[in-house]
């Protein structure tokens, strides 16, 4: 059975709105989605299973350019197609922050698999930015976590979820974005860019620090 909330959110019958699907088509998905839920083989089996319009419908909810080749997929790909239109349950199988939908992939800062009070304080860091400033601060930080994947190489060995986000980690991560800051700083001078960098950095690396200070306190009085 996979772990798939078959409940619409408000967001994902947004996203289908706009991806111009009608009632019947949103209606049709979420039933997809249900019974995934309930079907107890894997999400290639699954989709396997569904008629030509059921997956051309899955296409469509998904917003994918080229048509669904199951055989194709791998198991992170196949389930993703499954999975909330707001993207809250997407699931990156290997921890390499890139999430696969379908075929297609797409980089995701913090991972899809982060912890929550990460995921939360990244949100709010980045509040009112729009698309382009957010993605760009996504892709440096992703760049610093995992490395450019250029040709299949050239990435960082995936850690954990709960690797990635511990203490000793983070503390590492806050030290190489606050350096790669400077050294722009001293190339280019307190850009616009820069200084919306500075801001975001201190926003998310001071609420996800300070958790993690307060967890490790936690456990410290529990183990009294």
């Not at 917003?63 to 239109?85: F, M, R, Y």
Request: aromatic fraction near 8%; proline fraction near 3%.
């Amino acid at each position: 059975m996979l772990n798939i909330d078959t409940t619409l959110s408000v967001s994902s019958l947004n996203k289908l709105q706009i991806r111009d699907l009608n009632e019947t088509e949103i209606s049709g998905f979420a039933d997809i989605l249900k019974q995934a839920n309930e079907d107890t083989n894997t999400p290639k089996a699954f989709l396997k299973s569904l008629t030509t319009d059921e997956l051309q419908l899955v296409k469509k909810a998904n917003s994918l350019a080229s048509t669904i080749n199951v055989d194709s997929l791998s198991a992170e790909g196949a389930q993703n197609l499954l999975s909330q239109p707001d993207g809250s349950d997407l699931v990156d199988l290997n921890n390499d922050g890139i999430v696969e939908i379908g075929e297609s992939r797409s980089i995701h800062f913090p991972p899809v698999n982060a912890p929550l009070h990460v995921k939360t304080a990244w949100n709010k860091a980045t509040e009112g930015l729009d698309w382009a400033e957010k993605a760009s601060i996504e892709l440096t930080l992703h760049s610093m976590v995992y490395g450019f994947n250029i040709n299949g190489s050239g990435t960082k060995d995936a850690l954990a979820p709960q690797e990635q986000c511990n203490k000793t980690n983070i503390d590492a991560l806050s030290e190489y974005a606050y350096s790669n800051l400077e050294f722009r700083v001293n190339l280019e001078g307190w850009s616009d860019y820069n200084k919306q960098l500075n801001d975001v950095y201190d926003k998310f690396f001071t609420s996800v620090l300070q958790h993690n200070t307060n967890a490790s306190l936690s456990e410290f009085d529990a183990s009294k």
